[in-house]
């Protein structure tokens, strides 16, 4: 504090004359701040003591949204690049994980204002009119930004929530969160690059394809045939029956699109695609910060949906089932909010579903193997090139054949083609 209160700025390089005094730019904690300022905006209009606390609680939620939809605007701006590289991939993990701590903070302050009682809040809840929470831009603004999807929404008092907010300026930055990419549809974008989708290489679809359904034939289907109880025998093949639909809605393109157009999918084929490949093998190195990220949409996806039920609970708890002081119903309406139709990154959600055991997974071969390697720098002399690609036995694969010019030809290119890869998808 001593230091703050002091804090100047000094004469660089020697040469006061292209400064200004230190008396100009002597700056405090407090003008810093501006705390005198920050602190007039709390303005009870009761002589209610709980007010206060009531005021002071919003007004910090409103602080956090800021810092949020701060931290995933410079997300979205990363995305929005063609190619990402490993510094700007772990900027994002950074601060995606930044934001998830201040929704945890934003899920437990509910508690605090909960200190206040029923009847504290009804000695001045009518003082309050038509103001509500509902009317929060920047809440809207980070729904948008994130992705939720407008048809989605209930329906505030059988209106668009849009209707709530008079002035233009309002209006236009709406409009603006609406028309400009969401981070789910960057995130699509940035997941329908996977590396190892392409049907002329690896082709990880058809190969997950080929080990799921072996696994469903393997553990339900031939056991079911040696049964000889016939209850237990339909049963079972129910069951087969039942998971073996489960998976086709993932194979089959077509049946895939349906559910998109039922709202119950929110990505693109190809994305979906690429989002259970980086969960299958998030193990490789290549994958390690994208299945992090991914995890961490997740995060704040259920820190939102958190947020949205410890709000009707409180809401429940101070008001039972009376109506919004905006004139919406309530305890009902935002009880509506909690639901699938409200999160962002379902899919990442339902990807447990199409699981299958570790020893189904299908291997990767040499090339893929190598193009979701980490190559180690140095050891190459002057040239900058990554050490030759090790085995899980340590055997260097490139040594057998050292003395071969075609083999180094062909692990140039290789090479060539992972890096090209590499800059692709990040």
Known sequence: GDYLTKLEMEPRNGDNSTCPSRKEQKLTYSKYLKIPELLDCISPVSEVHDEHLFIVTHQTYELWFKQILYEIDSVREMFTNTSLDETKTLQMINQLNRVVLIMKLLVDQFHILETMTPLDFIDFRGRLSTSSGFQSLQFRLLENKLGILPENRVKYNQEHYCQVFKDPESLQQIDNSLKCPSLLNLVQRWLERTPGLETSGFDFWDKFSTAANEWLSNTLLEPASELEDGKEKETMMAEYQKQKDTFESIFDEQKYQIYVERGERRFTYRAFQGAMMISLYRHEPRFNQPFQLLTLLMDVDSLLTKWRYNHVLMVQRMLGSKVGTGGSSGYQYLRSTISDRYKVFLDLFNLSTF????????????????????????GMGNL????????????????????????????????????????KFF
């Open 384 to 423: 900058g090139l990554p050490v030759p690609f090790r085995s899980a036995e340590g055997m260097n694969l490139s040594e057998s054949s050292a003395d071969s010019h075609s083999d180094e030809l062909e692990e140039i290119s290789d090479l060539s083609q992972m890096v090209q890869d590499k800059v």
């Open 355 to 378: 699981l299958i055991p570790r020893n189904y997974i299908p291997s990767l071969d040499y090339t893929m193997k190598r193009r979701l390697s980490v190559f180690a720098r140095g």
